[in-house]
């Protein structure tokens, strides 16, 4: 048996990290244990141009962590093609995030028309420089639990077959339908997972009361594509790689008459992954699916710091005092088997 595992530092493809005091509290969690982060640009306002992007990348450093922000773009119909060229020069943006509008937080300015971005896929394919979906239709005629699946076969397949060099990754999967479509699309097309789709299923969002803290979008699903996203993650298979998509509200926000959705794992990310990978006898695959396969797949080089995880139970706290408000973190309250314990460089 296992009880310590040593890996190269990772990173989190998929982050919300927001901003002001927030973002300060949230931070060092992520800072402890990875070493680079995707970071989304759904801000209030959101984060649509290199200058907000630069402008935000120094917020974030300027808190002076040993940690590197890898900025996005957020999509709207105003982005221009000169601006997909600068992003690229800049060396500062990684990705153009895509959200359909109105689909979560923060998306209102997000897009209306998929296919009226085509010009902007087209330049994002010249330049190499990927394109990251929030993949669920927002349609209200769409029931929610249908949503990824109803986005892969309007849109993804078109923007996929229409743009084959384009480096698509389809964030935090949800559903069987995505794991399948991108284990049969092309090396250019990759997906992110997050402790929650991997760990459960709508049940536990909805059966025996109804638990905020497990809500985010897109939404839990049944058990079988749980399964699937599960087995996805510890495949071994490049395609897929860690993104938390920790997505901090406070408390009062989420136990409300209409919650926000989002999940915020960060406190304990790597220690949840450790714990998935564990009890499904798969911790030889936590290290690739942690910092080898997302730097791959963005082409960065890997990290060479060190962590150290150790077997060793851990009760994730109630709540994280913020301000006169609080964070419940995932999984408040439970306990979980591995602890974060040491870097070494
Ligand atoms: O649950 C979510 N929360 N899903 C998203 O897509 C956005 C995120 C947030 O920003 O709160
Ligand atoms: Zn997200």
Known sequence: MTNELIINKPDDMHLHLREGELLSFVLKDTVRQFA??????????????????????EEINGHGYDFQPLMTLY?????????????????????????PAGVTTNSQEGIASVDSCFKIFEEMEKNNLPLLIHGEVNDHLVDIFDREKIFIEKYLIKICQNFPSLRVVFEHISTKDAVDFVIESSKN?????????????????????????????????????????????????PKFFLGSDSAPHLTSQKQSACGCAGVYSARTAIELYADIFDKNNALDKLANFSNKFGADFYSLPHNESKIKLIKSNYVIPNELLFKDDKITPFLAGQTIHWQFSEISQ
């Open 36 to 57: 680079r982060a995707i970071i989304m640009p759904n801000l209030k306002v959101p984060v649509t141009t290199v200058d907000l992007a630069r402008r935000y990348f």
């Open 75 to 99: 999509l709207t119909d105003r982005l221009s093609k000169e601006e997909i060229r600068k992003a690229k020069e800049s060396k500062l943006i990684h990705g153009v995030k895509l959200y």
């Open 189 to 237: 097309v990759a997906a992110t997972i997050t402790p929650q789709h991997a760990m459960l299923s709508r049940n536990d969002l909805l059966s025996g009361g109804i638990k905020p803290h497990n809500y985010c979008l897109p939404i839990l699903k049944r058990e079988k594509h749980q399964k699937a996203i599960l087995q996805a993650a510890i495949s071994g298979n």
